[in-house]
């Protein structure tokens, strides 16, 4: 019996040692599947996310163009923070936008503007003065009531002008909700698209919209330097 201690002692250690190794695999794998379920459950939680914040400013898109047409002075009282939610940034400063490679677009501090405009508006803002501006791109074909059906499904046209080939001046009316609203638009149609640039108002008449428009264009565009720090009015 003496003799064969030494190999139940040998027989022993190589039991615990092989008991030893089966509870540390046991452990690597348990702890590898956490890991794993970890990462995915973040990779989902991303990804959820991002689809929530896509339908937000989807939402917050479809919204803005809405909330222009609430009175400016209403919208001045409004905090920050629920214009954002209604897709409306209040402009802290004065503020220029690339119109082209040689003209941007002026607006003065205070102005309503659209943070994420959705297809065919690429400007949508409003001013102290309450005129609701439009700068929309159309490249699909048609005419002007067709292409503006787009953002304005009940828009009447009064009078139209051809001040060129391609450039027509139109007067015509909107309602928006049961109001209703006047307003003035040129439409330039070059081989791209169509450009329109509509002026908008509940008081004011078509034609002191064109006095608007004409103001505007003067004193709102203005030309780019090399220099990006400076413009050429």
């Not at 640039?197 to 004011?204: D, Q």
């Amino acid at each position: 019996m003496e003799n064969n201690s030494p190999w139940r002692s040998v027989l022993s250690v190589v039991i615990l040692i092989i008991a030893l190794v089966r509870i540390v695999m046991f452990c690597n794998r348990q702890n590898s599947t956490p890991n794993y379920n970890s990462d995915q459950q973040i990779q989902n939680m991303m990804q959820t996310q991002q689809e929530t914040m896509q339908r937000v400013q989807e939402a917050q898109a479809a919204e803005a163009p809405k909330q222009l047409y609430t009175a400016y002075a209403t919208l001045k009282e409004t905090e920050d923070i629920v214009l954002l939610n209604r897709g409306i940034e209040r402009l802290a400063k004065d503020s220029l936008f690339p119109f082209d490679l040689s003209t941007s677009l002026k607006l003065e501090k205070g102005t309503m503007f659209i943070r994420r405009p959705q297809a065919p508006i690429r400007f949508g803002f409003k001013g102290s003065n309450d005129v609701i501006t439009w700068i929309n791109d159309y490249t699909e074909k048609g005419t002007v009531s067709e292409l503006l059906a787009a953002t304005h499904p009940e828009l009447k046209i009064t009078k139209e002008d051809t001040s060129s080939e391609r450039t027509k001046q139109i007067f015509y009316t909107y309602t928006h909700e049961g109001q209703k609203i006047n307003g003035f638009g040129v439409c330039t149609t070059e081989d791209s698209g169509t450009i329109a640039m509509l002026f908008e108002h509940e008081k004011k008449t078509s034609a002191q919209l064109k006095t608007e428009f004409m103001t505007f264009v003067l004193t709102h565009f203005v030309k780019v330097t090399d220099d990006p720090n400076k413009t050429v009015q």
